[in-house]
């Protein structure tokens, strides 16, 4: 008997659960983006890509990372920017999202199994409005981005000789900022613009936009765009997640000035410190882009910015790490038992005792991966100090991409565990974790339940 290999293949893939098919579309994606960045012809005259770093600047792209093993702009001529530009929107946005889009271009019809991968792509509880939250999700960022390459595009003519190298930069700014990819070509991140404020505006505007999620935009752009009699009312999501990621930046940009201010900070003036914390406390949670080089901190503030990066950006968002979410859950719950209570409230509402279970799920299982990262990193880069090594696994896990500089000198070992955790980043820990779990099934039994000493 003859089997059908397309049969078969169907057969095996409706096997898979959707947290297995998504991961497995993203190692897709890196196939193919290592495939487009290795073609010569991207390539500046008398550059050669090896397999080695191409897949790692593809895993880098796709997981919207930023770390770099190779000189962007030194490596890609202007061709090689767009592609690595196309790259960035399908990490950024999602393969679904852009998946749905090409579907719905070509008149195919979304169904159960397609709106399955999205809901399982977006962090979704619901089929419904699946196609319309893809719709809405594409239109908003390409919306964004168009603006903010128009803003920067013209505001660039000042910086850069021709009105196309203007306009090129000022798209891709836009691209990776709003994918929070942390990616760039002018050679040196945004250290060209450290004392351009305006420049730093509008990309903390636009890494705040792309890493503070998508629900979250979505209901914006309806509050904004409601009739005067109609109420709107922000889901507990969109209040949470607001409020905590205004509260780390803020946080974060306090740390960093008061843990420096008498070794980088000392001598410049308050709004030159003003701008210098506040955007490197906005680029942890996703961005990856520098006005400064961040191994002139001390210490503390070092392991203040891996914290910032290791909890990452918003769920549904651009952005990788543990969330924003699972650590004010974490954080809640936490506070809630100290305080005698047995459930967890805010904003008069109270969080799912799931929630918190795999909100600490989350947070246990990203804390053994970095940890054994750090470990192996440590055997295999000798050469690298203890607190370079945490910097490159936070920034790698968070998908954030800023570096102490060791990147471009990693060996082969090393650069392989730095693309497995932007990767795990990428699609999450429990997408990584459901890799090799099978569908949910009940217990038909259960043990004696018994006590045990805790603390």
Known sequence: MIRNPKRSLTKYFNRLTPFQIIVLYYCMAVFVSTFLLSLPFLHKEGMNLSLIDAMFTAVSAVSVTGLTVVSTAETFNTPGYFVLMFILQFGGIGVMTLGTFIWLLL????GLKRRELIKTDQNQSTFSGMVSLIKQILLLILAIEALGAVILGVYFTQYFPTLGESFVQGMFASVSATTNAGFDITGNSLVMFQDDYFVQFINILLLTLGAIGFPVLIEIKDYLTKKSNAY???????????????????????LIYLFDRTHFFEGKSWHESFFYALFQSTTTRNGGLATMDVAEFTTPTLLVICVLMFIGASPSSVGGGIRTTTFAISLLSVIAYARGKSNVRVFRREIHQDDIFRSYIVINTAIALTGIAVILLNYFEPQFTLIEIIFEVCSAFGTTGLSMGITPDLHAPGKLIIISLMFIGRIGIFSFLFIVRGRVSKDRYHYPKEPMIIG
């Open 232 to 254: 709107i009312n922000f889901s507990l999501f969109a209040k949470l997640t607001s409020v905590t990621f205004a509260a780390l930046v803020v946080v974060g940009a306090i």
């Open 107 to 110: 008149g195919s019809k979304i």
